[in-house]
């Protein structure tokens, strides 16, 4: 399996469910999507920028750069050492507003190909910086099976994208992403902590039942960017490095997706949950107006993502 180049056949353009026709994917890649729910594009971003998102990354854990609206996240493990500053925060999230991440979240090239998948009208909606730390040995710096269409209380999910660049070389053994391909052809899977003796970081749920399954690895290149579908079941292992494995990512939805009621479905339990963590923060909005206010507009106009009413 390559996941950048797909498979060698010539296909026909039409007939694709999962990908849309703007002359910049070939069939292969379309077709290797279809079937999958992911690709890697090499090369995407250059170094200059995600250089320029380190430091603003730093920056921020040292207290050096406000962060505003941005909410910082520490690792389980690390929140217990006496950590500080970059070693302490393994994610900031919510960062579509800041000056130098939003050059990525906003990056031509990228919702080029994000066009290719969700159509013109691009809302960003969950965005984030990744600094897995080094494990401690129990295993927290893992990510667990996950489908990311759990956090999302909107639809369709075919008109939902992941985007996820690497800002140095990620493997293995600093704990690159895995799939399980061709799962995204399923349905959204209950959710919930998984019982790890080392502790699980806030809002890490997984999928239960699915480990033993075969997985994909995804060694990237600094700039090489997945794309993939928000029911692809997928994680990432420990980093067993000395160093820190960064990251950025951004989920973009169409402008034309609808917002649902997740009250009484497998989604409620995020639900509360993210609504608690706003409360904390000051902010009393249930999970729809969470989602519309940390999104931000792409390119397009305006749809019933932003025009539905608060």
Not at 72 to 97: F, H, P, R, T
């Amino acid at each position: 399996m390559n996941p950048s180049s797909g498979f060698a056949a010539s296909l026909p353009q039409s007939g694709f469910r999962y990908t849309i026709d703007n002359h910049l994917l070939s069939p292969d890649q379309r077709k290797f999507y279809d079937d999958n729910g992911f690709i890697v594009i090499p090369n995407l971003l250059d170094d200059e920028l995600l250089e320029e998102c380190r430091k603003r990354f730093v920056d921020i854990c040292e207290g050096n750069v406000d962060k505003g609206a941005m909410t910082l996240m520490k690792d389980v493990s690390l929140a217990k050492s006496g950590a500080k500053g970059e070693y302490l925060y393994n994610k900031v999230q919510d960062i579509v507003w800041e000056e130098v991440f939003s050059k990525y979240i906003l990056h031509p090239k990228l919702l080029d190909y994000v066009e290719c998948f969700i159509g013109p009208n691009i809302t960003a909606v969950h965005s984030m910086l990744i600094n897995k730390p080094p494990d401690s040995g129990k295993m927290t710096s893992t990510h667990p099976l996950h489908q990311d269409l759990h956090y999302f209380p909107f639809r369709p999910a075919d008109l939902i994208v992941a985007a996820w660049t690497a800002m140095e070389e990620v493997t293995e053994e600093n704990g690159c992403l895995f799939v399980l391909p061709g799962t995204h052809k399923g349905t959204l899977q209950r959710h919930d902590y998984p019982n790890w003796e080392g502790g699980v970081n806030k809002a890490y749920h997984g999928v239960l039942g699915h480990d033993d399954f075969p997985k994909v690895m995804l060694p990237m290149r600094k700039g090489d960017t997945v794309f993939f579908h928000p029911l692809l079941i997928h994680g990432s292992g420990p980093n067993l490095t000395k160093g820190f494995r960064k990251a950025i990512s951004c989920h973009y939805a169409s402008s034309d997706c609808y917002f649902i009621d997740v009250k009484g479905t497998i989604q409620e339990n995020i639900a509360i949950e993210i609504e608690e963590m706003a409360k904390r923060k000051g902010f009393g909005g249930d999970f729809k107006t969470i989602w519309q206010v940390r999104s931000r507009l792409a390119r397009g106009p305006e749809k019933s993502f932003q025009l539905s009413k608060l």
